[in-house]
C-alpha cells in the first residue's frame, strides 16, 4: 500500500522534469522524451510487478498481541490493587498504619488462621486494635509481618 501510493508523486516528478529539459534543450528533445518515456515505462513495471506479486508475510513479533488496541488488559483482583496501594509507602506512623495497612492484613490474617483462635504474637498488632503501635512501620516490618501470615 505505501509503495503504490509513493509511485505517483515519482511519475509526476519524471514529467515535469521532462517539461523543464524540453524547455531548457530544445535541440535534444528525442532523448529526453525517450528518457522520460523509458522512466515512466519502469515506474509501471514496478507498479505491476507489486500488484501481481503477492505480499510477504510480516515477521511477528513477541509483543505484537499487546501493541493491538483490543489486547486483552489482564484483570488485576480489587485485593491485589488494594494491598498495592496500602504498602505503597516506605514508612507509617500509626495512624496510617490503622487506616490502610491493618484492616488488609487483618482480612488475610482472619482467613488464613480460619476458626483457629490462637494469634501469634507477632500478629497482635494486626488483629487488636487496641494494641501499641510502634511511632514508625517501615516496610520491612510489614513484609515481617506478611510473612507470619504465610507461616499460618
Known sequence: MRGRNARGPVAVLVVVVAVVLLGSFPTARSTVVQVSVLALLALAMSELTARALPRPERKRWL???????????????????????????????????????????????????????????????????????????????????????EGL
Open 63 to 149: 509483543l505484537d498481541g499487546s501493541l493491538r488496541e483490543d489486547a486483552a488488559v489482564a484483570h488485576r483482583p480489587s485485593d491485589l490493587v488494594e494491598l498495592e496501594n496500602a504498602l505503597g509507602w516506605g514508612t507509617y506512623g500509626p495512624r496510617e498504619f490503622s487506616t490502610r495497612v491493618r484492616p488488609v492484613l487483618k482480612e488475610l490474617a482472619t482467613y488464613r488462621l480460619g476458626n483457629d483462635q490462637l494469634i501469634p504474637a507477632p500478629l497482635l498488632p494486626v488483629m487488636d486494635e487496641d494494641a501499641q503501635i510502634p511511632e514508625r512501620i517501615t516496610t520491612q516490618d510489614i513484609d515481617r509481618l506478611v510473612d507470619e501470615i
